[in-house]
């Protein structure tokens, strides 16, 4: 079955600083690969999303993720935090071929705190 | 566009008291989902429905029940709550099925068991 591994619970980072948040999948056949956001008492919205037509995935307020299949990782990337970026991030997994249909599995989160 | 209301926002339970808690969608959403979030577990899907009379188990369904007897409704029961059913609650929808499909989230649902 496949599954998601994101390294570090919790990153801190200064403002103007690079944003690196770690994922990791497992899966027997090319996924479809999600990174998710969720600030403060809200639910989850979408960063950006990997579906194999380009392996730079570029998404809202400025992040992006590279699919690296030789490393099976989906990790995302900021140049430059800010303030605002403070918030639970989500790396989740989709395989056609799951029998939960497009349900997604989810990592554990990783929390990121972004000092002035 | 409301996208995907759930109700109650927060509720507080006694063990063994029953309760349901709705997900309403207005996107003509085939696929429902509900999962729960706990710290340092992510999301886990309890059980989810791929269209309008149909049901099915998650990761984790034990405690729970649901129905989708209209495609914009997915309810999510529990008959006897249990302190370790404490989480919050994630109601989410999808257009259909492929795995390239977004989920759209709801706001959550707060529930404490005490």
């Known amino acids: 079955a496949q599954s998601v591994t994101q390294l570090g619970s919790h990153v801190s980072v200064s403002e103007g600083a690079l944003v690196l948040l770690r994922c990791n999948y497992s899966s027997s056949v090319p996924p479809y690969l999600f990174w998710y956001v969720q600030y403060p008492n809200q639910g989850l919205q979408l960063l950006l999303k990997?579906?194999?037509?380009?392996?730079l995935v570029k998404g809202i307020n400025g992040f992006e993720a590279e699919f690296k299949k030789s490393e099976t990782s989906f990790h995302l990337t900021k140049p430059s935090a800010h303030m605002s970026d403070a918030a639970e991030y989500f790396c989740a997994v989709s395989d056609e071929g799951d029998q939960a249909g497009t349900a997604l599995i989810f990592g554990k989160g990783t929390t990121l705190s972004v000092s002035s | 566009n409301a996208g995907v209301t759930q109700t109650p926002k927060f509720r507080v339970l006694k063990t063994g008291q029953s309760m349901t808690l709705l997900c309403a969608q207005d996107?003509?959403?085939?696929?429902m989902y509900w999962y729960r979030q706990d710290p340092g577990m992510g999301l886990r899907l309890i059980h989810y429905?791929?269209?309008?009379?149909?049901?099915a188990k998650g990761e984790v369904p034990d405690g729970y029940n649901v129905s989708r007897l209209k495609k914009q409704n997915f309810l999510l029961g529990l008959e006897s709550a249990a302190p370790s059913q404490t989480s919050v609650y994630f109601c989410?929808?999808?257009?259909?099925?492929?795995?390239?499909?977004?989920?759209?989230f709801g706001a959550g649902s707060r529930l404490t068991v005490l």
């Open positions: 996107m003509n959403h085939e696929y």
């Open positions: 989410a929808s999808s257009k259909g099925d492929s795995g390239a499909n977004v989920l759209t």
């Open positions: 990997y579906t194999s037509a380009a392996t």
């Open positions: 429905s791929v269209g309008e009379g149909t049901t």
